[in-house]
């Protein structure tokens, strides 16, 4: 996940999907409460030898209606109580889904199974904020005899990772799924003149918009040139694999930039918990 956030606090990100594995899902979007969207990393997709039709935990989440009027006090960037209801909205998703595997599991103790990167605006004019939400899990031998563990996931873990520490360079954030140290990231390339990076220069809006990011000043950058950057660095540095795009802003809410090219899921007609005026994150086809 790579995370601009440019001039009046316009939020623009792009989701890379790099499977860990063969038939591995790939990274998904969620519309939290109007406020904050959720990319969903690891196991977002479950699936049963029972059932053909796989369980996503990007399907049949209640929209959370807005923030707690009762919530008071100054706001510090620690997680607060409607980040704390998502985060256990999915965690009751994840639990029973989790308890039915019964055998030892050979997993990396430190990776989470489970990963969503929120985006959005945080409460009382905070301005843009992201956070990691992790999910991780433990095992219990429960019988000997017959291998059975019981898997329990842990709450989850909040850490915020934009806006940075106060007088901190603000630059292009990113955040991959298992963390990855070693791959440089975007705000790296620029800082090392990458040569694929240096097409960009030939404009001048956009060498300015660049010097800026690579100052640390990276919120100070022009919308237009941000969006055309991110869309354009994207395919460059991870050609041929699948991406989304998407922005955001304060007062106009969520755009796609790069709709997902998954098959849409037809609506059941029948469902009465779908109203017809429900809104969806897939852009309507344009009329011919």
């Keep these: ?45 479950w699936r049963s030898p029972a059932d053909p039709k796989p369980i996503r935990l990007d399907r049949g989440l209640q929209r959370f209606s807005g923030r707690d009027s009762h919530y008071e006090g100054s706001y510090n960037g620690e997680a607060d109580p409607d980040l704390e209801i998502m985060g256990t909205a999915f965690l009751e998703k994840l639990r029973p889904l989790a308890a039915q595997l019964r055998r030892k599991i050979d ?9 969503m990167v929120v985006i959005g605006y945080g409460p009382q004019n905070y301005g843009p ?13 429960l019988a ?31 955040s991959s799924y298992p963390a990855d140290e070693k791959t440089p990231t975007l705000q790296t390339l620029l800082e090392g003149n990458d040569p694929r990076l240096s097409v960009f220069r030939s404009d001048q809006r956009m060498a300015k918009a660049l ?19 991110l869309r354009a660095a994207v395919p460059l540095l991870y050609p041929k ?30 469902d009465k918990n779908q109203p017809p005026e429900a809104p969806s994150l897939r852009k309507r086809p344009t009329p011919q």
């Design 1 to 45: 996940m790579i995370l601009h956030v440019a001039k009046d606090g316009a939020i623009f990100f792009a989701a890379i999907d790099q499977p860990v594995e063969q038939g591995a899902a790939p990274p998904r979007l969620v519309d939290i409460d109007g406020q904050h969207v959720a990319i969903l990393f690891g196991a977002s997709e």
């Design 107 to 115: 997993f990396p103790a430190d990776q989470p199974i489970f990963e």
């Design 129 to 141: 904020e992201a956070w990691t939400v992790e999910y991780r899990f433990t095992q219990e031998l």
């Design 144 to 174: 000997t005899r017959d291998n059975y563990w019981q898997t329990r996931v842990l709450r989850p873990r909040f850490t915020q990772i934009y806006p940075p520490e106060k007088k901190a360079p603000k630059v292009i954030v990113e």
């Design 211 to 229: 010097d800026l990011i690579v100052k640390g000043q990276a919120q100070k950058v022009e919308l237009p040139e941000a969006e055309q950057f």
């Design 241 to 270: 694999q699948y991406f989304f795009m998407g922005k955001m802003e304060d007062q106009r809410g969520f755009d796609w930039i790069v709709a997902p090219q998954e098959p849409i899921e037809k609506v059941d007609k029948n």
